[in-house]
């Protein structure tokens, strides 16, 4: 980092990121001299609002939850808490298997499942299909808008944005009311959100321009919700997406504790901010050489504004190196253009 | 521009990423110019029915309504009657 960009001094964002603006007299970036993390106060008051919907609202058919599971410390936690705080509901957790998730992670899916009394189910499209997905949003540049580019890597807004358009669909054909997903405080501030149709049509239009943006189609609706799906279904057709972690107390190190009690094994994938999915160094790689910033900047600057991280632990993970070697062989099984490997 | 207009871009540039060098037109397309993502949306969602104290119905949700701060404001205009 050159001599004229700034970092926060409380968080770990810094003005070489685009919208990223400190403030010269604090030191501060906007979002540390104008937080929006829930109070201790707030967040309880959020989690009895979640209970109280995951109490009152069920589904129609045999599922009330549609869980994103990755096989990861924080969606595998999630899916055991639920299950222990809400034994009733019934879940069906998605492993959406990308081609790169690894053996692990999905024996620990499998595990959690098991443990925690939910139905597994892995999903998976065309391996083809998605490896040239990953291939064209690691080669774009402009694909996603700088707002979405800071949250995550170009790979990385593929992936879950695919994950979020078939659980939706899930959620809908199998008439469960609640979506749910293990993002983090640093993640996301929504606890709840509720999906009306015409929410999910926005969606679905956004993430079909960028599509076409990276050169995909999808006229068989692979990654895309199926659009004669959405409104199907009770009353409005809406659904609700459900971030458990954030009304929480978010502890990693608690988290692993109880993760190892119940027989989650951490898998040694090489890199410090994943444990669940391969492509994670190349897509650091990637967002750094593009952009010339960590894509995991913000998700790390949330939770050490919301108390969950210190600023020496989020800079220590961001300093990280990545594994050079495993970036290489991704590359390669991706078939990216040289300029774009190590 | 307006109060709403004007208390609008202020969230955008304190609480989102919206560049303080950025100019921005009541007609700008907010998803188009990159400055909101969907999950940037719906925080700016949640801004606005607590700042306004309305309920943003669903359907109402669309582009034509949300993605620019003239369609945003026009709602709100519509929802506080």
């Known amino acids: 980092m050159n001599e004229t960009v700034n970092m926060c001094r409380r968080c770990v964002l810094h003005s070489a990121m685009p919208g990223v603006n400190i403030d010269h007299e604090s030191g501060l970036c906007q979002f540390c001299r104008n937080p929006s993390e829930f109070s201790p106060q707030e967040r309880v008051l959020a989690q009895k609002d979640m209970d109280a919907l995951l109490g009152h609202t069920r589904g129609e058919g045999s599922l009330d939850v549609i869980y994103a599971l990755s096989g990861g410390k924080d969606s595998s936690y999630g899916l055991y808490r639920i299950k222990q705080e809400h034994p009733d509901l019934r879940i069906r957790a998605i492993l959406f298997d990308n081609g790169f998730i690894s053996p692990q992670a999905i024996r620990n899916a499998r595990t959690i499942c098991d443990v925690a009394g939910a139905e597994f189910l892995r999903l998976t499209v065309q391996e083809d299909l998605l490896k040239r997905a990953f291939r064209n949003a690691a080669q774009s540049h402009d694909v996603y808008p700088d707002a979405a580019r800071l949250r995550a890597s170009d790979i990385c807004n593929t992936c879950i944005s695919i994950v979020k358009q078939k659980l939706m669909e899930a959620a809908v054909v199998s008439a469960a009311p609640h979506i749910m997903f293990a993002f983090t405080p640093g993640q996301t501030l929504s606890p709840v959100i509720r999906l009306s149709p015409a929410f999910m049509r926005w969606s679905r239009s956004l993430f079909e321009a960028q599509l076409k943006k990276m050169g995909i189609a999808d006229d068989d609706e692979m990654f895309l919700l199926k659009k004669d799906v959405i409104g199907q279904g009770k009353q409005d057709g809406a659904r609700y997406m459900i971030h458990p972690l954030l009304v929480w107390d978010y502890d990693e190190s608690n988290i692993l504790r109880i993760l190892g009690d119940i027989g989650w094994v951490p898998p040694a994938l090489g890199d410090k901010n994943s444990t669940n999915c391969l492509l994670n160094s190349l897509t650091i790689f990637n967002h750094i050489q593009k952009y010339g910033f960590h894509p995991y900047a913000c998700e790390i600057a949330g939770l050490v504004r919301c108390g969950t991280m210190s600023r020496e632990e989020g800079l220590e993970k961001l300093n990280g190196r990545v594994t050079i070697p495993l970036v290489k062989d991704i590359a390669e099984k991706l078939a990216l253009s040289p300029e774009y490997s190590p | ?81």
């Open chain 2, 1 to 81: 521009m307006n109060d709403v207009t004007d208390e609008l871009i202020g969230f955008l540039r304190t609480k989102s990423f919206l560049d303080e060098a950025v100019l921005l037109t009541t007609t700008d397309s907010l998803t188009e110019r990159g400055i909101i993502d969907s999950i940037g949306l719906i925080e700016f969602v949640d801004f606005i029915q607590d700042r306004y104290a309305i309920e943003i119905p669903g359907e109402y949700l669309t582009p034509e309504n949300f993605d620019t701060l003239q369609g945003i404001t026009n709602l709100i205009s519509q929802l506080s009657k």
